[in-house]
């Protein structure tokens, strides 16, 4: 997550550590003291430099809510735990990553790769169409073929979600 030009304090809003904190999994972002023991053992960070855990949490706190939450890099997180563990001020960072994509996706920030497995699953009742292709390979390795799906069900669970409008407005809601 990069910022680009100058910030204005008029961008910053210092209630949003404090929502991030009500979410069920952030309650522990407040103990963050930067040592960036997160950033040294995420798996995902060897791979994607952008990702910086520490960047993340000190955004959040710092009150740059819309950075953080149209942020691709906030949807990198494995959920693998190995920041949480390490952490020495007992900081659950999978939680508190959890915690603010739920609020990008309460705001609407939802990033393309989950609208389009969200709409996979809308179409098909999967995140893949399954074929007979699928059935033949699965009877090549003496599986059973894939049980059909209830469509009309998948498609109630997903209006009752409220899961419907992510799959069909742009990113950001714009």
Known sequence: MEVKEPLRTTQLDPKFKFEVAQMPGGESIKYCFQC????????????????????????TLLGLRENVLSSDVIWLCASCYSCTERCPQGVRLTDVMRAIRNLAVREGHVHPFYR????????????????????????????????????????????DMEVNKFLTTE???E
């Open 171 to 173: 990113r950001g809601g």
């Open 116 to 159: 389009m497995q969200g709409s996979a699953i809308a179409t098909h009742g999967r995140i893949f169409k399954a074929d007979e292709f699928i059935n033949e390979m699965r009877a090549n390795m003496n599986l059973p073929p894939l049980p059909p799906v209830n469509r009309k069900e998948i498609s109630t669970i997903l209006r």
């Open 36 to 59: 960036g023991k997160c950033t040294a053992t995420c798996p995902i960070r060897r791979f994607e430099p952008a990702y910086k855990p520490t960047h993340i949490v000190r955004a």
